[in-house]
């Protein structure tokens, strides 16, 4: 069943908030339980898998246009954060926010005419993006340290990788945050017309270059400040680890997937699930741990295409089955 | 009821589509108030017609002008905004969405959502599915409905968007007597609040019982113009639809 209209929670809806917040409230209070650094680092690479998802939700989940570009935010993030630190001598902050500022600018640029481009067109010219901006940071030394790239100065608090867990969690929380607020919205609504039908959503007024643009900059802004927050952490940066196709493109929509896309949650359960799930398995199975991640996605596929959310609630979500279907006839 | 303003005109709209001319330099005038029927054997160019007006697709070259003003080329969008609203014949629900969702997506985006919140575009959808007697299905998701049900939704989406010219593209396709009786009813009262209909529509018991003037549209161009009782005698027409050797014995009226 669909909500009745806007701002009326359902009990069910209620449940879930409950949950949502006393999540918010472990997450903040879990470091201070003094838990291992495996731990630590465990959960704070959910957060980041998270963000990333929740980034793809907007333009993949909620518009219907599936970037595979994803990767080109996250790379230009960290190197935006880590130039401003090296060359400029920024703060950490003020440079990851310019990292996620400079991604949202980028990828409304880019958005203009690649989102002209419908479902696999799309999905391949934003590919092809993503490897030309890895080829220009690779090549552009002065700026970037070429393939060797950068080093980012040494995280000084004591306690960096809780700094660094914070980081993640405030970015995720501020992505959840900005997609329940505007899920049910106008511009919510107006994301979901286009992803449905686009043409049909042009005829009853939506300016769809407008939203899919607004989608994809958002897009870029998470992803960006993912890749500017992971910079810090690692404060080594070089193009073969941080354009890596598989950890920050597949993954991410492999995790809106299971969680189910178009939702508000469905990324972040996806990330639960998909995250703590490799990382068990790779300690368990070394070297077999994307055999298991494979055979575990084709059962989503097969038994809750869907993705979690919807199996487990039994409401409508866009999820894989809405994704594969033929491109959507717009013609009368 | 209809002035003689004309709200809605078009000079010499063409369209191709590769080798095939849709529209071949059509002038029509919608007057403010009237109901028009715009029909014609498939494939005469109808539904182009719908879509170059309303911006879906660019015309090829030809001129429309909404209130005296031009919207050759505008954005489909920015169209829809200044007031019209347009059906789809083959319906074009948000699957994925309730009807009332449906609905309120329209009441959003249409001729008054700039100045709507999200809570009075759910109320207004609400009002305008009362009206349409569809309120038992609101929370419906809209790829349960029938096809009746559809075309019923497309006709919902449309009038929550608080048009002054509505472009009906066939809603009563598939609708058995009774519900012709009910949809010719439904559209005589939207058309009684102040909307200016353009109708495409097969069901001649309807288009001719609504219609104040009747477009004839055959291969692109248009072939005749007049009030119901014309057309039916028009030769042109009866060519159009039943082949010449049907047509033959009126000449010599």
């Given amino acids: ?332 | 009821m209809s002035n003689d303003t004309s709200i809605l005109e078009t000079t010499n709209l063409t369209k191709h589509f590769g080798g095939v001319t849709a529209l071949d330099r059509v002038n029509l005038t919608l007057k403010e108030g009237e109901i028009l029927g715009l029909i014609g054997p498939n494939g005469a160019g109808k539904t182009t017609f719908i879509n170059v007006v309303t911006g879906l697709d660019k015309p090829s070259s030809g001129m429309i002008a909404y209130r005296s003003r031009a919207i050759t080329g505008a954005p489909a969008y920015r169209i829809a905004r200044a007031g019209l609203a347009r059906t789809f014949q083959v319906t074009k629900p948000f699957r994925h969405l309730s009807v009332l969702e449906n609905v309120a997506v329209g009441a959003m985006f249409g001729a008054q959502g700039a100045s709507r919140s999200t809570r009075a575009a759910f109320e207004k959808a609400e009002q305008v599915l009362v009206f349409l007697e569809m309120k038992e299905k609101t929370k419906w998701s809209a790829e349960r409905l029938t096809i009746a049900d559809l075309k019923r939704l497309e006709l919902a989406k449309a009038l929550a968007m608080d048009p002054q010219v509505l472009l009906l593209d066939e809603v009563m396709a598939g609708l058995h007597g009774s519900e012709v009786l009910e949809a010719m009813d439904l559209l005589r009262q939207i058309h009684a609040s102040g909307v200016t209909l353009l109708v495409v529509e097969h069901v001649m018991k309807a288009i001719m019982g609504l219609s104040h003037r009747i477009v004839v549209l055959e291969f692109g161009q248009k072939i005749a113009e007049g009030t119901p009782a014309e057309i039916v005698e028009n030769p042109k027409v009866i060519a159009a639809y039943l082949g010449n050797r049907y047509a033959k014995p009126k000449e010599t009226v």
């Fill in chain 1, 1 to 332: 069943m669909t909500r009745p209209s806007a701002g009326d929670a359902t009990r069910g809806e209620k449940i879930v908030y409950f949950i949502a917040i006393a999540g918010l409230l472990g997450a903040i209070a879990f470091p201070f339980t003094a838990p291992s650094g495996f731990w630590l680092r465990t959960f704070t690479f959910v957060f980041m898998a998270a963000i990333l998802a929740q980034g793809w939700n907007f333009i993949g989940g909620y518009t219907g246009y599936a970037s595979f570009g994803n990767v080109a935010f996250f790379g230009l993030g960290a190197y935006v954060t880590g130039i401003l630190m090296t060359k400029a001598h920024f703060d950490f902050l003020p440079s990851m926010a310019a990292g996620g500022i400079f991604c949202a600018i980028f990828a409304g640029l880019i958005g203009l005419p690649l989102l002209r481009l419908k479902g696999h067109y799309f999905a391949v010219a934003t590919l092809g993006v993503a490897v030309a901006v890895r080829e220009i940071v690779s090549g552009w030394d002065s700026l970037t340290g070429g393939g060797i790239g950068l080093n980012l100065p040494i995280n000084p608090d004591p306690n960096s990788f809780r700094q660094i867990y914070f980081f993640m969690l405030a970015a995720l929380t501020l992505s959840i945050l900005v997609t329940y607020l505007l899920a049910r919205s106008k511009i919510g609504y107006a994301w979901i017309a286009i992803r449905e039908n686009e043409y049909a959503a042009r005829a009853v007024g939506i300016n769809t270059t407008l939203y899919k643009t607004l989608a994809f900059a958002l897009t870029g802004l998470f992803i960006g400040l993912a890749g500017g927050i992971y910079a810090y952490y690692n404060t080594t940066i070089a193009p073969d680890s941080l354009f890596d196709i598989t950890a920050y493109t597949a993954n991410p929509i492999l995790i809106v997937i299971i969680g189910g896309g178009g939702t508000v949650l469905g990324p972040v359960i996806g990330a639960f699930v998909f995250q703590i799930l490799s990382t068990y398995l790779s300690f368990q199975f070394p070297g077999l741990q994307f055999t298991f991640l494979g055979l575990a996605m084709i059962l989503v596929i097969i038994f809750m295409p869907q993705g979690a959310l919807e199996y487990l609630t039994g409401r409508r979500v866009f999820g894989l089955a809405a994704l594969l279907q033929a491109p959507r006839e717009n013609r009368a």
